[in-house]
């Protein structure tokens, strides 16, 4: 268990409404990641961070804005929501510098944008 | 363009057989592998992964084998059971700095009792 929570699990909103999702960690890991998940793609990055305001962008990162002003909390923000972004977001974290690659998971937060 | 490809959507197999799950990728820069499990409503767990430098790891009921000319890696189970029924994806990673992992599209696999 590494400790990661995500809030909320679940919601629903409206085109054109700005979305925050929230990624918290319990064991201060400077490695964090922000994953979206569609069908038939997989799992892509769309943002991440190597520590505080040390931000930088994935693959799938138009649309999407993040911040972290604390080690513990990756914020991830939807400034105006489309039907596009319905997805399930999972935020990650790598638990150690020396294997940065085996990164572990939250447990999801699905959004539907109507 | 997918970087990592996992052409099995989907597999079935009898319980205490072996199930081999495939993965193909395209950029030679990468030099980490990993593969990931996922059940219904949770996030991806980590399961196994190799370095480029080796051509196999085991840990436990699972072997990861990598092919580095064939640009190709696999996840063996034996045997399987069906606590083993999820979603698997194959990832890659190659060191830019970045350390993100660039993932397959996942392959469903079913455990049949």
């Known amino acids: 268990d590494a400790g990661i929570t995500q809030s909320p699990r679940h919601k629903v909103t409206e085109t054109g409404t700005p979305v925050t999702l929230r ?11 922000w994953y979206r998940q569609d069908p038939g793609h997989g799992l892509r990055l769309i943002h991440y961070s190597y520590g505080v305001k040390d ?16 080690t513990e909390d990756f914020l991830l923000t939807l400034e105006s929501a489309t039907s596009s972004q319905t997805s399930v977001y999972f935020c990650a974290i790598s638990l150690t510098e020396l294997l940065p690659y085996e990164q572990y998971f939250g447990p999801g937060t699905r959004l539907t944008v109507t | 363009d997918q970087q990592v490809k996992q052409n099995s959507p989907s597999l079935s197999v009898q319980e205490g057989r072996i199930s081999i799950l495939n993965c193909d990728y395209t950029n030679s820069m990468f030099d980490y592998f990993l593969w990931y499990k996922k059940y219904p409503a949770e996030g991806p767990t980590f399961l196994i992964s190799i370095s480029s430098i080796k ?10 084998f990598l092919n580095k000319s064939a640009k190709h890696l696999s996840l063996h189970i034996v045997p399987s059971q069906p ?4 979603v698997y994806f194959c990832a890659a990673s190659a060191f830019t700095g970045r350390r993100a992992l660039t993932f397959g599209s996942g392959t469903r696999l079913q455990v049949q009792p």
């Open chain 1, 23 to 33: 990624c918290h960690q319990t064991e201060n890991h400077r490695y964090m990641y």
């Open chain 1, 55 to 70: 931000t930088d962008k994935g693959e799938v990162s138009d649309g999407y804005s993040v911040s972290r002003s604390k």
């Open chain 2, 55 to 64: 051509d196999k790891n085991e840990d436990g009921r699972f072997t990861v």
């Open chain 2, 83 to 86: 606590g083993d029924s999820a």
